[in-house]
C-alpha cells in the first residue's frame, strides 16, 4: 500500500533518529509530531505561536509520559534563539492548527528564514522533512516560495526530494524531504 506522505514523513525522519539526537518541530499544532519525535530524540524543541497548541501537545506529552521536550510560545522563524547544537532532524507541517482560527496561518517569509536556520544547524546525514498544506487562503503563496527555495539548494550539500499525489482533488497535502549531504567548505 501507498504510504500517505505524513506516514513517509515520520519514517523518512526515524531512520536517522536516537537517543543522542536533537530534533525540532518547528510547527508544534496538535503535537503530533513534537510526540513522535520525542520517542526516539534525546531532546526536542518545538515551536507554536498559539498557546491553544502549546496546551494540547502538553497534554499528549503528558499521556506519553514525554519529558525531552522544550515547548516554546514563538516563532520557528526565532530557532537561532533556543536551539544552539546541531540538529539530527526536523519537521515543519506548514498550514494552519487544525479547529483553531484558521486565519492564523505559516507564512512565505518567515517559514523559509527557519528553514534556512535549520539547514545551517542540520548534522551532515541529518534530515528534514516539510509536510505542505495549501488549500487555504494564503497557502499557494507560502507552497511555491518553499518549492522555488528548496529547487536552488546546493546539490553538493543537500538531496530534495518531493512526494505529492497526483491524481487527488481539493490540494492534498504533499512532503519535501531534505538530507544534508555535505558542509559548506569555508576555505577559498
Keep these: ?18 537517543d543522542q539526537s536533537v530534533a525540532v518541530d518547528a510547527t508544534m499544532g496538535n ?3 513534537t510526540a513522535f519525535l520525542a520517542g526516539l530524540a534525546q ?34 522563524e ?36 527557519a ?5 545551517e544547524r ?7 522533512s516539510i509536510m505542505i498544506y495549501y488549500g487555504h487562503e494564503g497557502g499557494d503563496v507560502e ?4 518549492l522555488d527555495f528548496v529547487k536552488h539548494l546546493d546539490q553538493k550539500l543537500y538531496t530534495v526530494m518531493l512526494y505529492q499525489p497526483l491524481n487527488q482533488i481539493h490540494t492534498p497535502p504533499f512532503l519535501i524531504m531534505i538530507e544534508k549531504i555535505g558542509e559548506k567548505n569555508e576555505s577559498k
Excluded: C, W
Design 1 to 18: 500500500m501507498i504510504k500517505r506522505p505524513i506516514h513517509l514523513s515520520h519514517e523518512f525522519l526515524a531512520d536517522i533518529l536516537d
Design 31 to 33: 503535537g503530533h509530531d
Design 43 to 76: 531532546k526536542v524543541y518545538a515551536f507554536d505561536v498559539q498557546e491553544q497548541a502549546l496546551q494540547k501537545t502538553q497534554e499528549r506529552l503528558d499521556q506519553q509520559g514525554l519529558t525531552n521536550v522544550e515547548l516554546i510560545l514563538d516563532g520557528h
Design 78 to 113: 526565532h530557532l537561532d534563539q533556543y536551539v544552539k547544537e546541531p540538529i539530527r532532524a526536523a519537521i515543519f507541517n506548514l498550514g494552519y492548527l487544525p479547529s483553531a482560527d484558521k486565519s492564523i496561518i505559516t507564512q512565505p517569509l518567515t517559514t523559509l528564514e
Design 115 to 119: 528553514i534556512q536556520q535549520i539547514l
Design 122 to 128: 542540520l548534522e551532515v546525514g541529518g534530515r528534514l
Design 143 to 146: 507552497k511555491d516560495a518553499v
